[in-house]
């Protein structure tokens, strides 16, 4: 079941929301201290992350998913709301679960482990997808880990930019590049053909040098330029972030933040610079502004607790030198 889906068509539908996101949700067991058996309940999911960001980074968000009929769903329900999330769409399966994921920490980093196939986002298919919610917002944006989880919800991720794409809106894609849901000579092909279609791009420094086998940030950057983005913002872990336009481009420099918890440290990213850019920003402003966002949201454990508000981010960033 989804609620208030209509296919109703571009031109019959004002745009009254700022971006659409949509993928997969998941619950989140965050292990604090490898020592200790307990885990931090809390919410993740890349683009569920991105929406939630960009909400507190003032932008008006809506998103499309399916959850399980399950306590699991009903929190989900319940965080958008409280975040200011549009979730008017969101469709329930009584019969596939919403998915779950545990992060552990080591001395390479987090660690994701995923209790998500069959959930119920994985079976989203291009015959349920709410088009007419689509041309609600001025842009969409989708995660390479959407096009990975199933091959109906990779074929929903291609209906969905088709969709924007025919009513003229604008596309992000984040690569978010999980090996462990798929092989790289799949996410090669797929996430070229994607980035492809997209405006925006922001892929990971590593992801981005599995996918297009480059080293070099620039030569990144000129690639996905060259495949027809506007504005490449390619995050380098913490060595900050490179934004980059076909006209000129800026390194940002890391922030030095007491890192207790990198996880959706990239969506903070997404989210605050997709806000950013669209209350009119240029992709330099913006880049600034996430760049801070994301530093901020890696001062404490789960992706959506630590995530930064407009007003702290721009509070941070005016006490900058
Ligand atoms: O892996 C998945 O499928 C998830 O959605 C789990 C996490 O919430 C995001 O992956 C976090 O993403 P980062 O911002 O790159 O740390």
Known sequence: MSLNANGAGPDSVEADLDLVAIG?????????????PSFLMGHGGDTSNCAIAAARA??????????GWDMFGDQFVELWRREGVDCSAVGRD????????????????????????????SLMSPE???????????????????FAIS??????????????????????????????LWSLPRARAILAEAARMANILRPSIDDAR?????????????????????????TLGSAGALIATGQHRVRLEPHAVACVDATGAGDTFGGAF??????????????????????LATRDFGAVAPMPRRREIEAYLDGQP
Request: hydrophobic share 45%.
């Open 24 to 36: 997969e949700p998941m619950v989140e067991f965050n292990q604090r201290d490898p020592a200790s």
């Open 128 to 146: 349920w997808l709410p088009m007419g919610y689509i041309h609600r917002a001025r842009l969409l944006y989708v995660s390479g880990i959407s």
């Open 210 to 234: 599995l996918l297009t086998g480059l080293e070099n940030p620039d030569a990144i950057a000129d690639h996905y330029l060259r495949l027809g983005a506007r504005i490449v913002a390619l």
């Open 274 to 295: 997709l806000a950013a850019h669209l209350r009119g920003a240029d992709p330099f402003t913006a880049g600034r502004f996430a760049n801070a966002a994301a530093a």
């Open 151 to 180: 091959e109906s919800a990779c074929d929903t991720m291609l209906a969905a930019i088709d969709t924007a794409r025919l009513a003229g809106r604008e596309i992000a894609l984040d690569t978010n590049l999980r090996l462990g």
């Open 58 to 67: 003032g932008a008006r968000v809506g998103y499309l998913t399916r959850l």
């Open 94 to 121: 009584e019969k596939a679960p919403t998915g779950i994921y545990f992060v552990t920490h080591g001395p390479d980093g987090h660690a994701f482990t995923y209790y998500r196939r069959h959930s119920a986002a």
